[in-house]
T-cell receptor, first 112, second 114 residues
Framework: GQQLNQSPQSMFIQEGEDVSMNCTSSSIFNTWLWYKQDPGEGPVLLIALYKAGELTSNGRLTAQFGITRKDSFLNISASIPSDVGIYFC????????????FGGGTRLMVKP | NAGVTQTPKFRILKIGQSMTLQCTQD?????MYWYRQDPGMGLKLIYY???????DKGEVPNGYNVSRSTTEDFPLRLELAAPSQTSVYFC?????????????FGPGTRLLVL
């Protein structure tokens, strides 16, 4: 099946720094989703992208749908301690759009 | 708002035992899903359902069974538990296909098989 590769696998940053992470695939995706998972909780959707080249923001978060449709990027500006968690990219696995493939996640740690 | 609820929160099973993980949603969503998340990994789809009475396999269905007799409930059955099934299990629901509607996740069930 389709695979999504996320990098970096983990990041340890200082509060106030900007963060960039990405997700790549060998296959084309028509939708990119970014989720955040807080420790001990289920994932929560942050941003959804539906068009190649689309740039969408949600507060301090900005995500982009790559032009090739094989990648996506998530940026977090001015990180704060509550940004700690695991960030997952995901995309529909089949044409029916009812199965998601998840990347392995980027674990973010923020030092106050 | 309850959203998606899962029980139990944590369970220890012995090899060969069986159990049912419960999942209920109160949002009248047609689509429901079961995922497992192994330590340090992303989520993998076990089974999903597009409505009451309809279920289908995901990526990793072996060792599991599901049923969907009502819109609200989507239990996951483990038969003959094995150490490889040690994982965190998440149930999720959505109003429509995941690419176009927010998928809501439950808090998870942590399962340890010894």
């Amino acid at each position: 099946g389709q695979q999504l590769n996320q990098s970096p696998q983990s990041m340890f940053i200082q509060e106030g720094e900007d963060v960039s992470m990405n997700c790549t695939s060998s296959s084309i995706f028509n939708t990119w989703l970014w989720y955040k998972q807080d420790p001990g909780e289920g994932p929560v959707l942050l941003i959804a992208l539906y068009k190649a080249g689309e740039l969408t923001s949600n507060g301090r978060l900005t995500a982009q749908f790559g032009i090739t449709r094989k990648d996506s990027f998530l940026n977090i500006s001015a990180s704060i301690p509550s940004d700690v968690g695991i960030y997952f990219c995901a995309g529909p696995q089949n044409n029916a759009g009812n199965m998601l493939t998840f990347g392995g996640g980027t674990r973010l740690m923020v030092k106050p | 708002n309850a959203g998606v609820t899962q029980t139990p929160k944590f369970r220890i099973l012995k090899i060969g035992q069986s159990m049912t993980l419960q999942c209920t949603q109160d949002m009248n969503h047609n689509y429901m899903y079961w995922y497992r998340q192994d330590p340090g990994m992303g989520l993998k789809l076990i089974y999903y359902s597009v409505g009451a009475g309809i279920t289908d396999k995901g990526e990793v269905p072996n060792g599991y069974n599901v049923s969907r007799s009502t819109t609200e409930d989507f239990p996951l059955r483990l038969e003959l538990a094995a150490p490889s099934q040690t994982s965190v299990y998440f149930c999720a629901s959505s109003a429509d296909r995941v690419g176009y509607r927010t998928q809501y996740f439950g808090p998870g069930t942590r399962l340890l098989v010894l």
